[in-house]
């Protein structure tokens, strides 16, 4: 997941609809309360989001590792929706198809649907997962409603368009939407389109959570370890959102300090390591 960072001129346009109660658990610090509309984590109070599903030696960003994270017991499944050249979302985490299809190359945006869909993404990884398809965003919703959340990173499409979608789907409200400001701009009315998702802004440092959470009222913040710290998630905290973080080294000492940290969630490139990890830790 690339760093993106909100411009607060844009981010104040934003309005969210999420309710905190905030329980102080001592003198400096704060545990946010989940509220009664999103969804509540499997492993303890921490959420576990499999980045590009579970895809330790299956193809990423597949149905197949989307339904090993589900088995799994995962909270959420990362996802990179990108449009076809015929409008259509596929779930393709690189511009292009280069490091997917050996003697292959083309960018995502300039192939149809038929094209990609005529793609092995299988092969590569292992003799057992030849013919394995991109797969649509509507296949991810079909496979997910119900069972998973997804952690929706856009890389390239329309925001009001994949929204109808969810709408279908009746899965709004198993989104967070981790999105560009430059696609905010882009909408005509925020407060209408998010009413029922969460929009999961990065801030950076921590000295900007506060301005971004006054201007954006969120449940839930994204970071990475080069930001991550005590002070940021007590801040976020203090402001009334959790913090989902993406992992660097993927380590148990690097979980710890993680947690240790009070931090909400975790996407991870190891999510059965992870959620072993927590029941052992008794989280």
């Not at 997804?150 to 709408?167: G, S």
Request: hydrophobic residues 40%.
């Amino acid at each position: 997941m690339k760093k993106l960072r909100f411009v607060l001129i844009i981010i104040s346009l934003l309005y969210g609809s999420c309710i905190f109660n905030v329980q102080a658990t001592d003198s400096v610090k704060q545990k946010v309360e989940i509220p009664s509309h999103f969804r509540k984590a499997n492993n303890g109070d921490v959420y576990v989001i499999a980045h590009r599903g579970a895809h330790n030696g299956i193809p990423e960003n597949s149905l197949a590792a989307y339904q090993k994270a589900i088995d799994l017991g995962c909270d959420f499944v990362e996802i990179d929706v990108r449009t076809t050249k015929d409008g259509k979302f596929v779930s393709v985490h690189n511009s292009t198809i280069d490091s997917y299809i050996e003697g292959k190359t083309g960018r995502v945006s300039t192939m149809t649907l038929a094209e990609l869909r005529a793609l092995d993404i299988g092969s590569r990884v292992g003799p057992q997962w030849k013919g394995t398809q991109i797969p649509t965003f509507e296949e991810i919703l079909e496979l997910c409603q119900n069972n998973i959340g997804i952690y929706l990173d856009l890389k390239n499409a329309p925001v009001p368009e994949l929204m109808k979608i969810l709408k279908k789907y009746n899965m709004e409200k198993d989104v967070v939407w981790y999105i560009p400001a430059s696609y905010i701009s882009q909408i005509n009315d925020v407060n209408k389109e998010f009413a029922n998702s969460f929009l999961m802004p990065n801030p950076g440092p921590a000295r900007n959570i506060s301005k971004v959470l006054s201007a954006v009222k969120t449940c839930v913040i994204a970071s990475d370890m080069g930001e991550l710290s005590n002070h940021f998630v007590e801040m976020a905290h203090k402001n009334n959102a959790m913090v989902f973080v993406d992992e660097k080294s993927g380590t148990e000492a690097e979980w710890e300090q993680i947690l240790n940290w009070e931090t909400d969630g975790i996407q991870t490139n190891r999510p059965e390591k992870l959620i072993s990890f927590l029941k052992k830790r008794g989280k």
